[in-house]
């Protein structure tokens, strides 16, 4: 097995995977992972622009994370951003921060390689699941974008389609400066109208209806389900492979959008960073089930994340010196 360290860099939050991985055998063990909310894509709806004090929030994250990915002795570090750095036009100050903490350049991937990293993650460990029908549908819902995937063993189809919680919350609930608390109905149906939009878009492509189960990944899903179990803290160990109903994912999206800023932060499992964008999340996750009629959801804490674990792994075992920046970890002084 190789030790590896993976970074997925978001428009919400930063995630940090260190594990030790064998592609060969599908299996990965869990040495530290980690997430902090730096909201990285804020404003950038707006402005197109990463603000400087969402960078610095950034790259005290990564600050923090290399000292982990030192104190581990990660072989190989492998760091992919996604919808926010994607859409910015300074995202060069963004990689040049990256670069000179962490020795490597972040993979700015498009919507269909942050897919097959995030179908990779999901699917690796249901292979052999008996009682999961196939094809699986996975749907990550981020803060910029989602990303839809049908596949068996492979992917195929792809489709990424900016609607996130992050962004329905900045385009539609924000007034002033501050979040709507609790939104109007005018606004929830603005959000819903944009979803339903994005959802036709993706279903150009990718046959959403055929998919006989629904896998989530993200902190949208993984807080429904916490909220579902009435967990008293984030327990991932509970969360992993849970199922919701499509009515109970219902009762707590009506909730969530209904409720002031103080009740949903008195929700134990949620994560301070999420308590103003969970009701946007909530709302693209129940209108995916809606739309393909799933009965449940699948819920995986195992995400893009570990899919990029297993690539990292899979490019040490392909080569023993770096074919290309940021793929080895650099063992600079900023490390």
């Known amino acids: 097995m190789t ?13 940090l995977l260190v594990a030790e991985a064998s592609p060969e055998t599908g299996e990965l063990v869990e040495l530290d992972r980690r997430m902090t909310i730096v909201r990285l894509g804020e404003g950038v709806d707006r402005t197109g622009r990463l603000a400087p004090e969402a960078l610095e929030r950034t790259f005290a994250a990564c600050r923090a994370y290399a000292a982990v990915i030192e104190e581990h002795g990660a072989e190989r570090l492998r760091f992919v951003a996604t919808s926010a750095s994607r859409d910015a036009e300074n995202r060069d100050e963004f990689v040049r921060g990256v670069l000179d903490i962490l020795g490597v350049e972040p993979e700015v991937v498009s919507g269909d390689q942050e897919a097959e990293f995030s179908f990779t993650g999901a699917t690796r ?22 990303e839809f995937v049908v596949g068996d063993d492979h992917v195929r189809a792809a489709r990424s389609v900016d609607v996130g919680c992050v962004r329905m919350t900045e385009r539609h609930l924000v007034h002033d400066g501050a979040v709507s608390d609790p939104p ?9 109208a944009d979803i339903e939009a994005a959802l036709d878009l993706a279903e150009e492509t990718v046959p959403l209806r055929e998919a006989r189960t629904l896998v989530g990944l993200a902190g949208s899903v993984t807080t429904v389900s916490a909220i579902a179990q009435d967990l008293p803290a984030y327990d991932s160990a ?31 499992s949620m994560h301070p960073g999420r308590v103003d964008v969970i ?30 674990a297993f690539t990292a792994a899979e490019d040490a075992e392909r080569e023993k010196e770096p074919a290309h920046p940021g793929t080895l970890l650099s063992r600079s002084d900023n490390v």
């Open 3 to 15: 030790r590896v360290a993976a970074i997925d860099c978001g428009t919400n939050s930063i995630r």
């Open 125 to 146: 460990e249901l292979a052999g699941r008996q009682d999961l029908q196939r094809p699986f549908l996975v749907v990550d819902i981020g803060g910029g974008s989602t």
């Open 184 to 192: 109007s109905e005018e606004q929830i149906a603005a959000i819903r």
């Open 238 to 268: 509970a969360i992993h492979h849970s199922r919701v109903s499509r009515d109970r994912v219902r009762e707590i999206t009506e909730w969530l959008l209904r409720s002031t800023h103080a009740e949903r932060a008195a929700v134990p």
């Open 279 to 308: 009701g946007a999340g909530a709302l693209v996750l129940l209108s995916i089930m809606e739309r393909i009629g799933a009965e449940e959801v699948v819920v995986s804490e195992h995400d893009i994340l570990d899919g990029i």
